[in-house]
C-alpha cells in the first residue's frame, strides 16, 4: 500500500510567499499541498469541505491575524498548526505567543529572491510538516493557553553567573569541579512547550544546561528572554565563551552550530557557522 501524504493548508496574504512556500513542500514526495487561502476567513471556509493535516499559518494578515485564528482553531477544531513567521524580533515575540497557543512549530518565511536560503531551507520546512502531521494537539479553551504549569510563581532575584563562579586563588587552580555535571537537552518539533515545563521546574542551582532547539535564528533569542522571565535559572542565548555553570541554562543560537568545551574544571560553549549536519543547524 503506497504511504498517505501529509496534507498541507497553506495561510498566508501573500501570492509570492502562497506559490514559493507551496513549491518547497511539493518539492517532498510525502507531501501533498491541498489549499491555499489568503486569508482566516477564506481559510475557516475550505476547512469546511476538507480538513488538511497540518496547517501553515502567516501571523500578520487582513480581515483576522494568525495569532487569533490559530486560538479560534484550537478551541473548535483543533490541528497541527506551523507558523510562518519573518526574521525579526518584535515578530519573533509575537510567534513565540503562538507555542501557547497551541501551534508545534515555526518556520522562517520563505525570503524573495534568496535561491540559496530557499535551498538551505527546504529539509527545515519539510521536516517540520511532516513533523507536525504526528502531533497529538489537544482542544484549548478559549482564553487559556497550552501546558501551562498550574502552580508557577514569579522566580526569585537572579544572581549573575559570576556570582555562582567561586574566584581563582592565587597559585591553585582547584579542579573539585571536574566532575560537575552538564546537562546537554536536544528538542525538535513540538519540543518548546515541553521545554518550557521542564525549565520551570529546576531550582536555581541545577546543573548547567546546554539546549539545542531546532528553531530560526533571531527566535531562540526570544524564545530564552521568554523562558528567563518564568524559570528561577537564567536562561539566555548562548555567544561564544559562555561559561557552563549552575544555575545557568544556555539556547544554542539559531542557524548557528553550539559546541560544548572544556578547559580543565570550566565547560564553555562555542558557537559557529558550518553545514548542516543531519539536516539541521544547530543539530544535536
Request: one cysteine or more; proline letters at 8%; charged letters at 25%.
Amino acid at each position: 500500500m503506497p504511504k498517505e501524504k501529509v496534507k498541507v493548508m497553506i495561510v498566508d496574504d501573500s501570492a509570492v510567499v502562497r506559490q514559493v512556500l507551496g513549491e518547497v513542500l511539493l518539492s517532498d514526495p510525502d507531501i501533498q499541498v491541498i489549499a491555499t487561502a489568503p486569508d482566516p476567513i477564506i481559510a475557516a471556509e475550505k476547512l469546511r469541505t476538507e480538513v488538511p493535516d497540518v496547517i501553515t499559518l502567516d501571523v500578520e494578515m487582513p480581515r483576522m491575524d494568525g495569532i487569533t485564528f490559530l486560538r479560534k482553531l484550537m478551541s473548535q477544531h483543533p490541528i497541527p498548526v506551523v507558523m510562518c513567521s519573518s526574521l525579526t524580533e518584535e515578530g519573533a515575540l509575537t510567534t513565540l505567543k503562538a507555542l501557547e497557543y497551541g501551534a508545534v512549530d515555526i518556520i522562517q518565511k520563505p525570503r524573495m529572491g534568496a535561491a540559496h536560503f530557499i535551498e538551505d531551507a527546504r529539509v527545515r520546512i519539510c521536516d517540520a510538516v511532516k513533523a507536525a502531521a504526528r502531533a497529538r494537539v489537544q482542544r484549548i479553551s478559549s482564553g487559556t493557553t497550552a501546558h501551562l504549569p498550574s502552580r508557577l510563581q514569579p522566580p526569585p532575584k537572579k544572581l549573575t553567573a559570576d556570582v555562582m563562579m567561586p574566584a581563582p586563588t592565587p597559585g591553585a587552580r582547584a579542579m573539585a569541579r571536574t566532575t560537575e555535571r552538564v546537562v546537554l537537552i536536544g528538542a525538535s518539533t513540538g519540543g518548546t512547550e515541553a521545554l518550557r515545563d521542564v525549565l520551570v521546574s529546576l531550582p536555581s542551582d541545577a546543573p548547567g544546561t546546554v539546549i539545542v532547539q531546532h528553531m530560526p535564528e533571531k527566535f531562540t533569542a526570544a524564545f530564552a528572554e521568554r523562558l528567563n522571565g518564568l524559570c528561577a535559572v537564567e536562561v539566555k542565548e548562548a555567544e561564544r565563551n559562555d561559561s557552563v555553570v549552575r544555575g545557568r541554562v544556555l539556547i544554542a543560537p539559531g542557524n548557528k552550530h553550539t559546541l560544548l568545551q572544556r578547559s580543565g574544571a570550566r565547560y564553555y560553549v562555542d558557537v559557529k557557522d558550518g553545514p548542516l549536519v543531519s539536516r539541521h543547524r544547530p543539530s544535536v
